[in-house]
């Protein structure tokens, strides 16, 4: 019994079929928030009548920021978004946000990241050079990743 277990066990690792240890990504990086921006002016003529106007357009507003990633086998994967990027209505929990229909290609890893029902930022990872860029109506983050172990990672203090 307990070597056919063994043999089993040697067999899954030999042809990858058990299950590998998710992906855990740091990435640093910048981008640029969309926000909302209002003004507003009023003027008076010399006969007394008046007139006012309002303008609402949209502005980039450049942030820095650090991204981490957690990616299983299961197409299933969460993320911690950069704050600037967030709207004031949102879901995750615990700053978490899940990426789905996480696709871990060759060459890239993409998915879709979960902020609320109208926010569903893009989010492409070049496994060669490393970089990722998210992509969405809240704007734009593009950076460079590293992996760690949080099991054995160091840490500055």
């Known amino acids: 019994m307990v070597r056919s277990a063994a043999i089993f066990i040697a067999g899954a690792l030999a042809t990858g079929t058990a299950a590998a240890a998710p992906l855990h990504l740091v990435c640093i990086g910048n981008g640029s928030a969309n926000?909302?921006?209002?003004t507003y002016g009023s003027a008076w003529s010399s006969n007394g009548t008046s007139a006012w106007g309002q303008a609402i357009g949209n502005k980039d507003v450049p942030f820095d920021d650090q991204v981490?990633?957690?990616l299983g086998d299961d197409e299933l994967g969460r993320i911690r978004m950069p704050r600037a990027m967030l709207p004031p209505i949102r879901g995750g929990k615990d700053g978490w946000f899940e990426v789905k229909d996480v696709v871990k290609g060759q060459?890239?890893?993409t998915g879709t990241v979960q902020v609320n029902v109208f926010n569903s930022p893009k989010?492409?990872?070049?496994?060669?050079?490393?970089?990722?860029?998210?992509?969405?109506k809240a704007g734009d983050y593009a950076?460079?990743?590293q992996p760690y172990d949080p099991t054995t990672v160091q840490r500055a203090f």
């Open 143 to 145: 950076g460079v990743c």
């Open 107 to 109: 060459d890239e890893i």
């Open 123 to 136: 989010m492409r990872i070049d496994r060669i050079r490393g970089h990722i860029s998210l992509s969405g």
């Open 68 to 70: 981490n990633i957690e």
């Open 35 to 38: 926000r909302i921006t209002s």
